[in-house]
């Protein structure tokens, strides 16, 4: 689900920071504030996905695939 709402978030955009792409889906999830403890397992599924191909990295801007 988590998964989901970060492609969610990528596609959306034409472009989006990965900290802006952890913020927008957290939001969609109803998550109002995004701590660092939070954050960071979030930041891993978004490698997941990049090392996965379901989004691209190019420098620090995330697209969709």
Same mark, same amino acid.
């Given at each position: !689900?988590?998964?989901?709402?970060? +492609?969610?978030? /990528?596609?959306?955009?034409?472009?989006?920071?990965?900290? !802006? %792409? +952890?913020?927008? %889906?957290?939001?969609?999830?109803?998550?109002?504030?995004i701590t660092d403890s939070l954050s960071?397992?979030?930041?891993?599924? /978004?490698?997941?996905? /990049?090392? %996965?191909?379901?989004i691209i990295q190019i420098g620090e801007v995330l697209k969709a695939n």
């Amino acid at each position: !689900e988590i998964k989901r709402a970060i +492609i969610e978030a /990528v596609t959306k955009s034409f472009g989006i920071s990965r900290q !802006e %792409a +952890i913020s927008l %889906a957290l939001g969609m999830l109803g998550f109002e504030r995004i701590t660092d403890s939070l954050s960071e397992p979030i930041d891993k599924l /978004v490698q997941e996905l /990049v090392a %996965a191909k379901k989004i691209i990295q190019i420098g620090e801007v995330l697209k969709a695939n």
